[in-house]
Structure formats: C-alpha cells, structure tokens
C-alpha cells in the first residue's frame, strides 16, 4: 500500500471517528471526451427593453459580454410596443413607438428608440435574438384599453396583446425593420442574428387563436425572408411543453410550418429554422422556506426534445430555449411572494450550476442540436437593493448568480468524464427532485492545456446545513504538476448579497460601500493559486464545500 493510500484511509478514519460526514468522491477523466462544452448558457433576456441603454444595463451587458468566449445573444420583448399613457418603462413593460398611422391610416415608422437598443447590443459585439412584437397601437384590432397595469388584479393582458387589423400592414412593418436593420448595420451583421415571432401565444401573451398566431407567424416570416432571404426565423416560444396543453400547441405549430398552407403565400410550408420552447420551475414556501423543483424545469426540456425528435424532417435543427429559469416571474419582488426569497443568495446560483449541467446531460441523451437557452434576468431600475426580483445585479452590483455564468465562461472545449457517488441524474430530479440528499455533482471540461471542474452542493430545501466534504481526483494528467486555482462562491464568497446585510442592509449607499459591494460581487478566488503534484497522471484535491456552494477549480497544465 503506497503513503497516498494509507493517508487516504487515516483521514477517513479520523473523519469516522469525530462524526464527522464522508466526504464525496468526485472523479475527472480529462483523458475521456464526452461531447462538447457548447456555449448555449451564453443567452439572457428581459421584458423592459429600455432599460438596455440605462447606466447600469450597459454596466451589465459589458459584463455578460465580457464573461463569454462568444457573442452572447440578448433576447428583449416589447421592441414594437408603442408608447401609450405612461411616462416612461415599468415593471414588465417597455416601447419604443417603431409604429403608428397618420389621420389616413398611412404608416409612420420611427426606429429612433429600437436603434439605440440594438445599437447597444452591437456596439459590444452582443447579438439580438429579435422579437417580433408586440402589436403596436395602431395596428392593433383592439387598441383600447392598451397599456397594461402591472399590480394585482390589474388590467394587463390589453391592446398589445391582440391580432393585427391589417395582416399586410403587420408583414410590411416587418419588412421595413429588417430592411432598415441591413441599410444600418449592413447584411453580414443582421444574417448573424436570429428572429422570432411573438412571445408564448398559447397563454394571454396572445389574445387571438392558434389559427390567427400562424398568420401572424406567416405573415411576418413572408416580410423578413423578403428583406433578407439569408435571416433566420424561428419560434413558436412557447410556455412550459410540461402541460399537454402547451406540448398540444408546440407541436401542431410545427406541423402547420412543415406541412401547413402558408397564410401569407398560400403555398404549402413556412420557414423553420429553429425550435423556440420556455422551461420553468417552481418554487413553493412550504413549512417556513422556500423548496424549489428543479424537476419540473428539466421535464419541460426533455418534453421538447421529445416533441422535435417525434419530427424526423427536424434532425439537428437548432433549438433555443428562449426562457430557461427557476420559475416563472422575473418582474415579481420577494415582498410580492415569499417564495421568490431565493433570488438574492446562494441558492440560486448552485441551483443555476446544477441545472445547466443536466441540461447538457439532456442533450446528450435526446441527441439535439441545442443552440441557446435565455436566462431571463437582466436588472430593474428604480427599485429597493436586493428587492428579490429575478436579476443579475442590482444598482450595477453583481449578484452571486452572475459569478455562475463568470465559471462557464471559463469552460470550453470538450467536457471530459465525471463520476461522483454522491450526484443525481436529470431523470433523478425528474422523478423525486432534490429531496433525499444534497446533489453534489460536477461538469469538467478540457480546452488546449486547461481542464475546469464546477463542482456544486445543491439542495431544492433552502435551510442550513453543514458542509460537504469533497475529494476531487482528476485523472488523465500528463504531467508531472499543474498549476491549480479554485474559485468560490458561497456565503463568504462572491457574494454581494452577504455583504449588504453585513453592512446592515442599506438602502442609502456610500460611495465607500458601494465600492465595497462591487468588489464582493466579482468572482472570487477561495486560496491564492497553488503548484500541485501529477503522480501517474492523477491529482485530488480534498475541500469542504458549504451547502449551496459552488466551487471552480482550474487546472492548468
């Protein structure tokens, strides 16, 4: 028995002796490619698209750009919402007054406030995934009342929500705005985006029939290929494919796309190019906290992976996952629903590690060409610190979640073998969720000299607990040392949140301590960068990780 194995069996024994938990055994084969690391996390969106050019959304969007190896992509909703009553963008509300008629009904098009959103976007490399809605004022079949009224029992599902009154109108308003995209920033940059058509029309996002949704699919696929025969279109973006009656509507617009009569050509098909699907969790305040269920989220996934596999003409078509997040209200606060408490700390950023890697688990097993999936969570303006909105910083300071997508962005390559005897599996969580024992689980990946390892302590019950011991092994090492660095983010890491409250939670910040929140809201390092010895191509790192941690460890040959 060598003195590593020997040293192994005392720590355990001691570890036995005082009580203490055995620690979990990860293991990395950086040797045994798996597939590769697709950046597909590198999506986000957001409902209020004028707080894209606001102080602190430009702040956020140099970061998300920043953090990622490629162009992220941003998807807005209301980039044709016209203006109305109100003075200026809400909660879950935004314009840009792109249309509207004169006295004779003739179309006035204004692209002055769309401009300075894509103009944002591009300016920092970022790319829009285009939404096409909503339905402008005057050219909708109802226009009255048309702002909606963000509170309880409030009117929101108005004008805005309704068919056009001119199906050729709406085809042209598209034409003109993709026309208008090419002639600003030329066609190579607008072949690169991707467009979309509305937002979940099989709930009140739309108040016309799945009939009257097809036209307007058709009618503004018929305007965009006329401007840009090389854009690419896709959707339906609809809700959680969990519910048989969203599955029903995902799947018999496919249907009417591949072998439907087109409304707008009269011929039989419509452009396709990707499948557009939302997936959702649910968090419940149950017994005093919050228990989220991740499962339902991945049973949303698997269901469209289902449902475009069922489509032999689909092999490999690109999907997006146009909202991929815990629940299901980004613009509701914690003091609107307890249960939106999870927001602000570690658990959703363990719960966002965890999920994301069965995700690409779930694309392994269905076999689909997974393009993107939106992370709907951008910031709010004018709101209280840490007010428990689903966002990635508040008043331009980072929230632990965000240092998440800081770790992926340190991914790519291939993701290499993982195998831990402590970790579920996406069919785990599907069927139970994360209820029995903590999921402590990992996703490594090997590019050039680089190997990376995310290693999280997730649990769907958000109440304290110690931590886990974790023994790391990453095998397949050809050299005899590597350089290692080890991230963190937990309740003294990279955590902006902890930090407020340690200053006593203000609402009124000094310039001192906002400085202060900055910093603690930037990944953080748990130790200076250390030397460590390869022996046979093997090295293990042993360390405790807190409940709702999440660790990155970087290896660097």
């Given at each position: 028995m060598?003195r590593?194995?020997l040293?192994?069996?005392l720590?355990?024994?001691?570890?036995?002796?005082?009580?203490?938990?055995?620690?979990?055994s990860?293991?990395?084969?950086a040797?045994?490619p798996?597939?590769?690391m697709k950046?597909?996390?590198?999506?986000?969106?957001?409902?209020?698209?004028?707080?894209t050019?606001?102080k602190d959304?430009?702040?956020l969007?140099?970061e998300l750009?920043?953090?990622?190896?490629?162009?992220?992509?941003?998807?807005a909703?209301n980039?044709?919402?016209?203006k109305?009553?109100?003075?200026g963008p809400?909660?879950?509300w935004g314009?840009?007054?792109?249309y509207r008629?004169d006295?004779?009904g003739k179309?006035?098009?204004?692209w002055?406030v769309?401009d300075s959103?894509?103009?944002t976007y591009?300016?920092?490399?970022?790319?829009?995934l285009?939404?096409?809605?909503?339905?402008?004022?005057d050219?909708?079949?109802?226009?009255?009342p048309?702002?909606?009224?963000?509170s309880?029992?409030?009117?929101i599902w108005?004008?805005?929500?309704?068919?056009?009154?001119?199906?050729?109108?709406?085809r042209?308003l598209?034409?003109?705005w993709?026309?208008?995209?090419i002639?600003?920033?030329?066609?190579?940059?607008v072949?690169?985006w991707?467009?979309e058509?509305?937002?979940?029309?099989?709930i009140?996002y739309w108040?016309?029939?799945?009939?009257e949704y097809c036209?307007?699919?058709?009618?503004?696929?018929d305007?965009?290929?006329r401007a840009?025969?090389?854009?690419t279109?896709?959707?339906p973006?609809?809700t959680?494919?969990?519910?048989?009656?969203?599955y029903?509507?995902?799947?018999?617009?496919?249907e009417h796309c591949l072998?439907g009569?087109?409304?707008?050509?009269g011929?039989?098909?419509?452009p396709l190019?990707y499948?557009?699907?939302?997936?959702k969790g649910n968090p419940?305040f149950?017994?005093?906290?919050?228990?989220m269920?991740m499962g339902?989220q991945?049973?949303d996934?698997?269901r469209a992976?289902e449902?475009v596999?069922s489509f032999?003409?689909?092999k490999?078509i690109?999907?997006?996952?146009g909202?991929?997040?815990?629940?299901?209200?980004a613009a509701?606060?914690?003091?609107r629903?307890?249960?939106?408490g999870?927001?602000n700390?570690t658990m959703y950023?363990?719960?966002?590690?965890?999920?994301?890697?069965r995700i690409?688990?779930?694309?392994d097993q269905?076999n689909v060409n997974?393009?993107?999936?939106?992370s709907?969570?951008?910031e709010?303006?004018?709101?209280p610190?840490f007010?428990g909105?689903r966002d990635?910083a508040?008043?331009g300071?980072?929230?632990p979640v965000l240092?998440?997508?800081?770790m992926?962005?340190?991914?790519?390559?291939?993701?290499?073998?993982v195998q831990?005897?402590?970790?579920f599996?996406?069919?785990?969580?599907?069927?139970?969720g994360?209820?029995s024992q903590n999921?402590?689980n990992?996703?490594?990946s090997?590019s050039?000299?680089t190997?990376?390892?995310?290693?999280?302590n997730?649990?769907d019950?958000d109440?304290?607990g110690?931590?886990?011991p974790?023994?790391?092994t990453?095998?397949?090492l050809?050299?005899?040392?590597v350089?290692v660095?080890h991230?963190?983010?937990?309740?003294?890491h990279s955590?902006?949140?902890?930090q407020w409250?340690a200053m006593?939670?203000?609402?009124q910040?000094?310039?001192?301590?906002?400085?202060?929140?900055?910093?603690?809201?930037q990944?953080q390092e748990?130790?200076?960068?250390?030397?460590k010895?390869?022996a046979?191509?093997?090295?293990t790192l042993?360390?405790?990780?807190?409940r709702?941690?999440?660790s990155?460890?970087q290896?660097?040959l």
């Open positions: 060598n590593f194995s040293l192994c069996i720590i355990l024994c001691c570890r036995v002796v005082a009580g203490q938990p055995m620690p979990v990860i293991q990395v084969d040797a045994k798996v597939g590769e950046p597909f996390w590198a999506f986000f969106g957001y409902d209020e698209p004028n707080y050019t606001r959304g430009q702040k969007l140099t750009q920043q953090l990622s190896p490629v162009p992220v992509y941003v998807r909703h980039l044709l919402t016209s109305g009553n109100s003075p809400d909660l879950k314009f840009t007054d792109a008629e006295t004779n179309p006035i098009y204004n002055t769309v959103i894509i103009d591009v300016k920092r490399g970022m790319k829009p285009m939404e096409i809605g909503f339905m402008p004022k050219l909708s079949m109802k226009p009255e048309y702002e909606h009224t963000w309880k029992g409030g009117n108005t004008g805005w929500t309704y068919p056009p009154k001119d199906y050729d109108k709406w042209e598209v034409y003109q993709v026309k208008h995209s002639d600003r920033y030329g066609k190579k940059e072949t690169s991707l467009w058509v509305w937002n979940e029309p099989d009140a108040s016309g029939t799945f009939e036209k307007l699919y058709d009618y503004a696929a305007g965009l290929k840009c025969p090389e854009c279109i896709g959707g973006h609809t959680s494919p969990r519910s048989d009656k969203a029903s509507y995902l799947t018999r617009f496919i072998r009569q087109n409304y707008a050509t011929k039989v098909g419509t190019q499948i557009g699907f939302h997936a419940e149950v017994d005093g906290h919050i228990r269920n339902v991945l049973k996934i698997q992976f449902a596999n032999p003409e689909l490999n690109p999907i997006i996952i909202e991929c997040d815990p629940e299901g209200c509701c606060a914690v003091t629903d307890p249960k939106y999870y927001r700390g950023s363990s719960y966002t590690a965890s999920s994301f890697a690409y688990e779930l694309m269905y997974l393009r993107g999936a939106v709907w969570s951008f709010f303006e004018d709101q610190w007010a909105f990635l508040t008043h300071v980072d929230k240092n998440i997508f800081r992926f962005g340190k991914m790519g390559g291939q993701r290499v073998a831990t005897d402590r970790g599996s996406a069919a785990n969580i599907i069927a139970s994360v209820r999921d402590v990992a996703i490594a090997k050039g000299n190997i990376s390892v995310m290693v999280w997730y649990h019950e109440v304290p110690p931590a886990t974790v023994q790391l990453i095998n397949g050809g050299k005899n040392k350089q660095r991230y963190r983010v937990d309740d003294r955590n902006s949140f902890e409250k006593g939670s203000p609402q910040v000094s310039a001192g301590q906002y400085k202060t929140l900055e910093k603690a809201g990944l748990l130790a200076s960068p250390t030397s010895a390869v046979d191509g093997t090295t042993t360390f405790d990780l807190p709702q941690g999440v990155f460890i290896l660097t």
